[in-house]
């Protein structure tokens, strides 16, 4: 099946430094995909759609300029945390789908980041 | 985006089947019923999606209402892998765009 990889799976940053997170789709083009956010023992909350060769769109009280994504070719959207605070330690996840009607959602195996 | 209500939680025996109601009462007439899982520390992973009729495919079977404001997620057969938060989720205007709810977390004893 068609497969969506983030990167890193995990990364350890100090406060006040920016971070950089991967999403690839391997095997299929996506002129859209979907960031995510999950904090411990809750849901996924929607951040941001990716849209390619545009600016994301942002899911309200989701800052744009801490949190910039681009989406520069149609396998590959980043999501960069920008002066990462302790309260930014979270597990981000991606998602894609294959063009064509009514496909499933592929999500990365997410990225957990723990600012220090 | 319409919403929907799931029970916090469910356990069931290993090997027995597993029926996990979703209500959805202000669902839209283009939506569609998705239902996804995760495991700790995964990603989510696809289960099953359907508009208007009952699905069945190799992971579980899709009930939907005749007037679609409830639907059951069907696991025939529960496994100890089954063990995750299994979310059901409504389409939207747009393909893709996943809203999250709580999700019921499915626990599975041997």
């Known amino acids: 099946g068609a497969v969506v990889s983030q990167h890193p799976s995990w990364v350890i940053c100090k406060s006040g430094t920016s971070v950089k997170i991967e999403c690839r789709s391997l095997d299929f083009q996506a002129t859209t995909m979907f960031w995510y956010r999950q904090f411990p023992k809750q849901s996924l909350m929607l951040m941001a759609t990716?849209?390619?060769?545009?600016?994301?769109?942002?899911e309200q009280g989701v800052e744009k300029d801490k949190f910039l994504i681009n989406h520069a070719s149609l396998t590959l959207s980043t999501l960069t945390v920008t002066s990462a605070h302790p309260e930014d330690s979270s597990f981000y996840i991606c998602?894609?789908?294959?063009?064509?009607?009514?496909?499933?959602?592929?999500f990365g195996q997410g990225t957990r980041l723990t600012v220090v | 985006d319409a919403k929907t209500t799931q029970p916090n939680s469910m356990e069931s025996n290993e090997e027995e089947p597993v029926h996990l109601p979703c209500n959805h009462s202000?669902?839209?007439?283009?939506?569609?019923i998705h239902w996804y899982r995760q495991l700790p520390s995964q990603g989510p992973e696809y289960v099953i999606h359907?508009?208007?009729s009952n699905v069945n495919n190799r992971m579980a079977s899709l009930a939907i209402a005749e007037d679609r404001k409830s639907s059951t997620l069907i696991l025939h057969r529960a496994t100890l892998r089954d063990a995750a938060v299994y979310y059901c989720i409504l389409s939207g205007d747009s393909w893709g765009k996943l809203q999250f709810g709580a999700g019921t977390q499915v626990v599975v004893t041997p």
């Open positions: 990716s849209n390619e060769g545009s600016k994301a769109t942002y």
């Open positions: 359907g508009l208007t």
């Open positions: 998602s894609a789908h294959p063009p064509g009607e009514n496909t499933e959602a592929f």
């Open positions: 202000t669902i839209s007439g283009t939506d569609y």
